[in-house]
């Protein structure tokens, strides 16, 4: 079956290349793998405005993973950094901040706060060496409305939004940690 075939709300389709294009409805965007942004774990909490938080005890959504939490950072020009928490007794958190500076807040034990590094900073030879430093891949509208034909490495669909489908960043994971994903495709149509 073919996602395009049914009428399913979600689809996550991951491509090695995307040359030629089919129509698709307006929900569906393929976007493209650019280059890697490079984060810095810090000793605190990052500072500024707070544009997102979420928390729960369940591994869904923005807290799948840290890669899915640094992926909406990293899509998300606003965001200088994240903080990520999970472990036995933390619940698991995500939040996004408009600057990651010098605070004086200490993070918990099991909390982490990353800061996204500048085009210079990313260039220091100490920082760039470092094993601790986490890379996010930056990704860019390729073609909207469209699907790609061929290339196919992965595909899947559905009406509930869990798994890959349960948020754009959750689906740009998967093709960030796929090193022959160059493209991915995100379908939310409501109807």
Do not use: M
Not at 1 to 12: A, I, L, S, V
């Amino acid at each position: 079956d073919d996602p395009r075939d049914t009428d399913k709300r979600f689809e996550c389709s991951l491509y090695a290349d995307c040359e030629h294009f089919e129509e698709a409805n307006a929900a569906a965007a393929v976007y493209q793998k650019e280059s890697p942004v490079l984060y810095a774990p810090r000793v605190s909490l990052c500072d500024g405005e707070k544009l997102w938080a979420v928390s729960g005890q369940r591994a869904e959504g923005l807290l799948l993973s840290r890669e899915v939490c640094e992926a909406a950072c990293t899509s998300n020009e606003s965001c200088a950094g994240y903080v990520w928490s999970e472990g036995l007794d933390v619940q698991r958190a995500c939040g996004g901040y408009s600057s990651c500076g010098a605070s004086s807040s200490r993070p918990h034990a099991g909390v982490t706060a990353f800061k996204k590094l500048s085009p210079d900073e990313a260039k220091s030879e100490p920082i760039a060496a470092s094993a601790s430093v986490a890379k996010g891949v930056r990704y860019t509208t390729f073609a909207a409305n469209r699907y790609c034909e061929g290339g196919k490495l992965h595909s899947e669909w559905g009406d509930k939004p869990s798994g890959v489908l349960a948020h754009r960043w959750v689906c740009e994971a998967a093709c960030t940690s796929d090193a022959q994903c160059a493209y991915y495709l995100w379908k939310d149509d409501p109807r």
